[in-house]
């Protein structure tokens, strides 16, 4: 278990040379929970807290963006401004570019935290330049990572199942997929298991098909689709 007054001792201190950094899992309130004991360890105030709003029905927008990057120009009122963006699942590529300045280039008393339940869902370029925090690593309790975890591994599962109906599946996408992190790393149980039955010849072509079903529903997430719109499709077009 890592300790996290090391951490905010060696940003205080300079002794560490990130200024952005992801926070990394499934569970929001332990997210926020890291979040808090960031600010509270720096010292930081209201004024010096900017969360990214997040205007669009299905995610962060363009405009959402360029209103988070100006108010973090203007600096801090005291030592540190800590820039939020939670659910960074939810940041299109497009927007993702948008704030690659802002993550190369912030002033010196800018700090940067993105909350995400799975950094891949965030571009190469975002992820080379944050520092990655995960949760397990700095709190003793995660909040419900593992059950968060196994619920997804169900759901991933009545996909393939013989004896499942689509309401059982709805709803346990429903109680599940939260984040759009959530829903890849959904379609990733989901190929992996298509993988290992393709790998012991149980159906190789209808398994290979079913892999491609998945990376389009990938695809269609990554380009902002509703993540509960993308699941439910694949679901049906899996079952043909």
Do not use: W
């Amino acid at each position: 278990m890592r300790d996290i007054n090391e951490l905010i001792s060696n940003i205080k201190g300079g002794g560490s040379s990130a200024h952005a950094y992801i926070i990394e899992g499934a569970s929001a309130a332990s997210r926020e929970e890291l979040i808090q004991m960031l600010i509270s360890g720096l010292g930081i105030h209201g004024m010096d807290i900017v969360r990214m709003q997040m205007s669009g029905k299905n995610g962060y927008r363009t405009e959402d963006a360029n209103a988070f990057s100006e108010r973090l120009e203007m600096g801090a009122y005291g030592s540190y401004v800590l820039g939020i963006i939670d659910d960074a699942d939810s940041l299109s590529e497009v927007v993702q570019n948008k704030l690659l300045k802002t993550l190369e280039e912030p002033r010196d008393s800018v700090i940067l935290l993105l909350g995400t339940a799975n950094r891949d869902s965030l571009l190469s370029t975002v992820q080379s330049r944050c520092s990655v925090l995960r949760l397990a690593d700095y709190l003793e309790d995660a909040g419900d990572e593992e059950d968060v975890s196994e619920a997804i591994r169900d759901a991933a599962a009545l996909m393939t199942a013989d004896d499942t109906a689509f309401h059982e599946f709805r709803d346990a996408i429903d109680k599940c997929v939260k984040t759009r992190g959530d829903a890849l790393r959904l379609i990733d149980v989901l190929e992996e298991s298509l993988r290992e039955s393709m790998r012991q010849g149980d159906d190789p072509l209808s398994d290979a098909c079913r892999i491609e079903l998945a990376e389009k529903a990938r695809m269609d997430i990554e380009r902002d689709m509703d993540k509960s719109r993308a699941l439910k499709r694949l679901y049906l077009e899996i079952k043909g």
